[in-house]
């Protein structure tokens, strides 16, 4: 699985390990945070981490650009890093106002770290080499080693012993993922420096200083977004469709720039960023409607053993851990024997997948007893194949976008990708809020463990059958879609 890879890819797995145990640490916490100390009501807490997390995959639009035109990427992954931890320990202060400017500071940082270090990762191979797809599945692998790091130690640990904990413990971690791309900076082979270096030393204290400027903007997008209404719409709506359009416009008018074939790729790319959201919308119910479904309606007695109901998000990444480097192997085997199937295929199996994984939910939910609690085995079981779906779209997508898009501006095409999971993010709140009750923490209206399970299986049996329908749709779009990609494979 190793063998023939740029010892660089090591030093980004490295990194990005740490950054996703800080990532996944928090955003493991959040939901639980939010309803348990804070006295958030379902619905308030539900939109508040809707934008929060929104928000994080918005911000690499802006990130991927700065480090295309100024910074370079390798500049952009060390600062962003830095604010992320700093947006940890911020949330240290423990009270609301805390929470949101440490959430803020991680929107800044997430921007300029996630989309720029998946771009160094594409620049490590030649274009046409047949080892990208399975060294960006092997960066996946550090990804989800590092959520199931955050998963069965951070999260489980800030909601035993103290929440402060597990904030602290996840920018700790991000500290250590920052000296871990420093120091194999070598490895890299000059690649993420400036395009530009009079740009950046022009611009470049104007990009840091204006970046932790952003922070209280956000600040008061995140309190005041869900209530401060536009035209029967929150603002963040309308900030994710003014950047949809910005992001569309500069991609259509770099596709209409170029021949036929840089027109149709970009065209492909931007196809498969919509049914990316549909993807993640259903999926990205892990931390929050899922979450708490597990709180209230599962079983998580393992023999004696009361599992915190942030730890069944672990799930997922266990299960890429173990079968991760198969699929590795089988897209470069399949890749040899002109087998693989296509981009667009693998995005519509994936799709399939994901909807069956809430259709063995809904039918698990009648092992429940008296008491409304599903098996904790029917909950791994829709993980499994939530994890097997991703397998096949997301480590293939973050290398579909290095391939489809100009390289001059790789990192805004990474950007607009990560635009996508912050559209996914807003839908996967409004989708989660049909699953909460109404009210704050103290006034709750409370709903029984027998309506609660069937308010949660009727939402997720839904977006079961509708996605496995969206997922044979693209299936049988996939013949065209790869002729449009011209070669890419």
């Known amino acids: 699985m190793t063998k023939g890879h740029p010892q660089g890819l090591y030093v980004l797995f490295g990194a990005e390990l740490f950054e996703r145990l800080c990532y996944y640490g928090m955003r493991g916490l959040l939901i639980l945070y939010l309803t348990k100390a804070l006295m958030q009501g379902d619905t308030q807490a539900i939109g508040i981490y809707g934008a929060y997390?929104?928000?994080?995959?918005?911000?690499p639009v802006a990130g991927g650009k700065l480090a295309d035109a100024v910074l370079g990427y390798r500049r952009a992954v060390i600062f962003g890093g830095l604010v992320m931890a700093l947006g940890e320990f911020l949330i240290l202060g423990g009270t609301e106002f805390w929470l949101f400017l440490g959430m803020a500071a991680i929107i800044v940082g997430n921007g300029f770290f996630k989309a720029n270090i998946s771009t160094i990762v594409g620049r490590l191979y030649k274009d046409g080499?047949?080892?990208?797809d399975s060294?960006?599945?092997?960066?996946?692998?550090?990804?989800?080693?590092?959520?199931?790091?955050?998963?069965?130690?951070?999260a489980p640990i800030g909601e035993t012993y103290g929440f402060k904990w597990g904030f602290g413990l996840?920018?700790?971690?991000?500290?250590?993922?920052?000296?871990?791309?420093?120091?194999?900076?070598d490895k890299l082979d000059g690649h993420g420096e400036p395009a530009d270096p009079a740009a950046l030393a022009k611009y470049g204290k104007l990009?840091?200083?204006?970046?932790?400027?952003?922070?209280?903007?956000?600040?008061?997008?995140?309190?005041?977004?869900?209530?401060?209404?536009?035209?029967?719409?929150?603002?963040?709506?309308?900030?994710?469709?003014?950047?949809?359009?910005?992001?569309?416009?500069t991609l259509l008018r770099e596709g209409?720039?170029?021949?036929?074939?840089?027109?149709?790729?970009?065209?492909?790319?931007?196809?498969?960023?919509?049914?990316?959201?549909?993807?993640?919308?259903?999926?990205?119910?892990?931390?929050?409607?899922?979450?708490?479904?597990?709180?209230?309606?599962?079983?998580?007695?393992?023999?004696?053993y009361l599992m915190p109901a942030s730890q069944t998000q672990f799930f997922n990444p266990a299960f890429i851990i173990l079968f991760g480097s198969v699929f590795s192997i089988l897209w470069v085997n399949l890749s040899r024997r002109g087998k693989n199937p296509s981009i667009a295929m693998k995005f519509g199996l994936g799709i399939v997948?994901?909807?069956?994984?809430?259709?063995?939910?809904?039918?698990?939910?009648?092992?429940?007893?008296?008491?409304?609690?599903v098996p904790l085995f029917v909950l791994g079981m829709m993980y499994l194949l939530h994890t097997t779906g991703e397998l096949f779209l997301s480590p293939i997508g973050l290398s579909m976008v290095t391939k489809l898009a100009p390289r001059h501006m790789t990192g805004a095409a990474m950007g607009a990708w990560f635009l996508s999971f912050a559209f996914s993010m807003y839908v996967a709140a409004v989708l989660a809020k049909l699953t909460g009750a109404?009210?704050?923490?103290?006034?709750?209206?409370?709903?029984?463990p027998v309506e609660s399970l069937d308010q949660y299986v009727g939402v997720f049996g839904n977006m079961g059958f509708v996605t496995v329908g969206i997922g044979i749709f693209l299936c049988l779009l996939s013949k065209p879609l790869t002729k449009m990609m011209h070669g890419v494979e």
């Open 353 to 373: 997948q994901l909807g069956l994984g809430y259709l063995v939910l809904l039918a698990g939910a009648a092992l429940a007893g008296p008491d409304a609690l």
């Open 129 to 132: 080499d047949p080892m990208r």
């Open 256 to 304: 209409f720039k170029g021949d036929h074939v840089q027109r149709d790729r970009i065209l492909v790319l931007m196809i498969l960023m919509t049914f990316n959201v549909v993807f993640w919308a259903c999926f990205e119910q892990a931390g929050s409607s899922l979450t708490l479904f597990a709180d209230r309606n599962v079983d998580r007695d393992v023999f004696g």
């Open 170 to 185: 996840a920018g700790v971690g991000m500290l250590v993922g920052i000296a871990i791309f420093i120091l194999g900076q």
């Open 135 to 154: 060294g960006f599945t092997i960066f996946y692998m550090g990804i989800n080693i590092g959520a199931l790091l955050a998963t069965v130690a951070v």
């Open 207 to 249: 990009v840091y200083g204006g970046s932790l400027a952003v922070i209280p903007l956000l600040y008061a997008l995140i309190a005041y977004g869900q209530t401060f209404q536009i035209f029967g719409q929150g603002i963040l709506f309308w900030l994710l469709m003014g950047l949809l359009t910005y992001v569309c416009f």
């Open 53 to 59: 997390t929104a928000l994080v995959y918005a911000a």
């Open 438 to 448: 109404e009210g704050d923490g103290v006034n709750l209206v409370e709903l029984t």
